[in-house]
């Protein structure tokens, strides 16, 4: 793995060359969806469907929620994973069961996202959470298979950097009544919770007021609750499906942001 390139992911605000498309090809209960990640870049992903058993949307291992990656037994032009956790990122590889038979010297092995020395990685990557996938080879196409998941979620923001996604695969604002997020918000435009929303090269950030702390901060009236940019605008918060954002908790402690959804 060249490890001077593959740094460059855990930069939150500095990523550049990054890019996602996503489309939902099943309005059923069952269903997927494609991810594109580019030649040589990387993908902010998300795992928005329930993958095999995981019926308590708590089990989705890495290494079971995508399909189409890319492995090579000698270990260097692997898909790699990102795992963001307390402000770092862990990276593993991805092997196909012969490939990681080959690159570490055992028999037997399963394809999925492996360590340095030969570990599979089966950490959760649970409905709420984003990652980054990095491809060095030509332009491939992630997907992910499952149940649509019909629940309430809670979904814990801790103070700092936060990498999530919303956890069904719906586009649309995530302050929306779908998505259900309530922010952090303060009047002078100092304490807001911060969206960091991938554009294909970077980030755009974007602040959370509330209605009538928008209208306070920018002189306004009439304003309701959402992300708005630097003059006042409301630009909202929609994202593909299939990919994750950040969202930045200025203010300490935890705030809880609780989704529902049910397919009709």
Same mark, same amino acid.
Do not use: C, R
């Given at each position: ?6 740094? &460059? ?12 498309? &996503? ?26 469907? !329930?993958?095999?058993s ?14 189409? !990656? ?8 692997n ?24 690159? #570490?010297?055992?028999?037997g ?6 360590? *340095?020395?030969?570990?599979?990685i089966? *950490? ?11 491809? $060095?080879?030509?332009?491939? *196409? ?15 923001i ?11 695969p ?16 303060? $009047? ?7 969206? #960091? ?7 755009s ?21 959402? #992300? ?11 994202? $593909? ?24």
């Open positions: 793995m060249k490890t001077n390139t593959l740094l &460059a992911a855990a930069a939150i605000l500095a990523v550049g060359g990054l890019a996602a498309q &996503a489309q939902v090809y099943s309005q059923n209960v069952v269903g997927y969806y494609n991810i594109s990640v580019p030649t040589h870049g990387f993908a902010l992903v998300a795992n928005q469907l !329930l993958n095999g995981d019926t308590a949307q708590t089990n989705s291992s890495v290494s079971t929620a995508f399909t189409g !990656l890319s492995s090579d037994p000698n270990g260097s032009t898909t790699v994973i990102y795992l963001f956790s307390g402000g770092s990122y862990s990276a593993y590889q991805y092997f196909t069961g012969a490939d990681a038979d080959a690159n #570490f010297f055992a028999s092995s399963v394809s999925g996202f492996y360590d *340095t020395i030969g570990n599979l089966t *950490t959760p990557l649970v409905q709420s959470a984003g990652a980054f996938l990095y491809n $060095p080879n030509a332009a491939i *196409t992630a997907t992910v298979v499952g149940t649509v998941p019909q629940t309430t979620n809670i979904v814990a801790h103070s700092g950097f936060n990498l999530l996604a919303l956890p069904i719906v586009s649309t604002n995530i302050e929306s009544t779908i998505g259900g997020f309530v922010g952090a918000s303060d $009047p002078n435009g100092v304490n807001n919770d911060v969206i #960091f929303k991938f554009t294909g090269g970077g980030y950030a974007y602040q959370y007021f509330t209605g009538a702390d928008a209208d306070a901060n920018f002189f306004a009236s009439g304003s309701v609750s959402g #992300f708005y940019d630097t003059v006042g605008n409301l630009v909202g918060s929609t994202v $593909p499906v299939g990919q994750g954002f950040f969202i930045q908790h200025i203010v300490a402690g935890t705030e809880y942001w609780t989704n529902t959804f049910s397919v009709q």
